[in-house]
């Protein structure tokens, strides 16, 4: 089965300062690559998709952008991050089409 | 386009008792249902998946979950609720056709000694 890494684990960064979280597989190959936010007491948001290398779908407009360099590396980014920003940014992977999801353990991000 | 709505952002129950929580999926049959849960600071982990072989789905801890078409429904259950069952718990679906699963707004569940 697969495992999804992310660091750091929790991060406080003032607004305006640039951002860098990532994410990577372990186990397979070839995963679906996800970014979901998660705020206080509310369900996940999803950021952004990737079905391979360079390959990166958005679905929410806002100062956030993703990369996928390698096969097993996924990484959100920001140039100046907002108060909004905050929240807990969770990876998942998914293999196969069955749509299941593999869930890292999430960065606890503090924007002040 | 396909929804999952959650009744009941917190559910509270006493040790030993039954579990339901709901969710309720927009009125096309979508391909995969879950439920995930979630311990506080941790990622998501999968609980069971509907995929159309079997109305009633077993997952891991006890817990199951029934699909019911005629209701959009796909609750789930344990007949038996224990301390280390509280957790947020979340009902998702899977779209046809693309890559993207929604997930629900997510029940806490509370569990009283």
């Known amino acids: 089965s697969q495992t999804i890494h992310q660091w750091p684990a929790t991060l406080v960064q003032p607004v305006g300062s640039p951002l860098s979280l990532e994410c990577t597989v372990e186990g397979t190959s070839n995963p679906n690559l996800y970014w979901y936010r998660q705020a206080a007491g509310r369900g996940l948001q999803l950021l952004f998709y990737?079905?391979?290398?360079?390959?990166i779908s958005s679905e929410v407009p806002q100062n956030l952008s993703a990369s996928r360099p390698q096969d097993r590396q996924f990484i959100l980014s920001s140039k100046k991050l907002l108060l909004s920003d905050s929240g807990f940014y969770l990876c998942?992977?998914?293999?196969?089409?069955?749509?299941?999801?593999?869930f890292g353990p999430g960065t606890r991000l503090t924007v002040t | 386009a396909q929804s999952v709505t959650q009744l009941g952002s917190h559910v509270s129950v006493s040790e030993g008792a039954l579990v339901l929580l709901r969710c309720n999926y927009s009125?096309?049959?979508?391909?995969?249902l879950f439920w995930y849960v979630q311990y506080p600071n941790q990622g998501l982990q999968l609980l069971l998946k509907?995929?159309?072989?079997?109305?009633l789905v077993k997952g891991i801890n006890g817990f199951e979950a029934e699909f019911k078409k005629s209701e959009t429904s796909f609750h789930l259950t344990k007949p038996s609720a224990h301390m280390s069952d509280a957790a947020e718990y979340f009902c998702?679906?899977?779209?046809?056709?693309?890559?993207?699963?929604?997930f629900g707004a997510g029940t806490r569940l509370f569990v009283k000694a």
């Open positions: 509907y995929t159309s072989a079997a109305t």
């Open positions: 998942a992977g998914e293999t196969g089409s069955g749509g299941e999801q593999y």
């Open positions: 998702a679906v899977r779209t046809y056709g693309g890559f993207k699963t929604i």
């Open positions: 009125s096309s049959v979508p391909p995969y």
């Open positions: 990737s079905v391979g290398i360079g390959q």
